[in-house]
C-alpha cells in the first residue's frame, strides 16, 4: 500500500511539473548576437542603465553579490517548489537563481550581456551551475535590459 501511494504520488508531481515546464517553455534562444539577453548602448548611458539594473534586481528580491566596472552578479534564494526539487541538492535544498551581467567598454559603444543560472549548493565548494538558455527567465531579463537602455 506504501509503495502504490508513492507511485501515485511520483506520477501526479511528474505530470504536474510536465503541465507547468510546458506552459513557460521558450524553445528558441533569443535574437541577439550572443543568444543571450544583451543590449548595446552608447557609452554615455552606461551608467544610468547599469543603476537601473541593479535597482530592478533588488526590487525582485535579488542581492547584488558582486559589482566591478566589467560585471555585476546577482541572485536570490530560489521559492519555486519545482525548481526545488529539480535543482536542490540533500545538502542544500534550496538553489539560487544567479545573474551575471558583462559589461563590455568597446569605442562610444557599452554592450551588456546577462547570463542566467540556477546554482545548487550556491556559495560552497560543491557549487555546481546549470545555465538557462530559453525560458521565461531569459524573456524578462531581455526585457529589463530594453527598458534600461530605452531610458535616457
Do not use: W
Not at 46 to 61: H, Q
Not at 132 to 147: P, R, S
Amino acid at each position: 500500500m506504501g509503495i502504490r501511494n508513492s507511485a501515485r504520488l511520483l506520477a501526479i508531481l511528474t505530470v504536474g511539473m510536465c503541465i507547468s515546464a510546458c506552459a513557460t517553455v521558450q524553445t528558441e534562444p533569443l535574437n541577439t548576437p550572443s543568444g543571450k539577453p544583451e543590449v548595446t548602448l552608447t557609452a554615455e548611458h552606461e551608467r544610468a542603465t547599469v543603476a537601473y539594473i541593479m535597482n530592478d534586481a533588488l526590487n525582485r528580491g535579488y542581492t547584488i553579490r558582486k559589482q566591478t566596472d566589467s560585471m555585476i552578479m546577482m541572485e536570490r534564494p530560489i521559492t519555486e517548489v519545482m525548481y526545488r526539487v529539480l535543482f536542490g541538492s540533500r545538502y542544500n535544498s534550496t538553489p539560487n537563481p544567479r545573474i551575471i551581467f558583462n559589461i563590455i567598454k568597446f569605442g562610444d559603444t557599452t554592450r551588456i550581456v546577462g547570463n542566467i543560472a540556477i546554482v545548487t549548493n550556491p556559495g560552497s565548494g560543491y557549487e555546481y551551475s546549470n545555465q538557462i538558455t530559453t525560458g521565461l527567465a531569459v524573456q524578462q531579463t531581455q526585457d529589463v535590459l530594453n527598458t534600461a537602455a530605452a531610458m535616457r
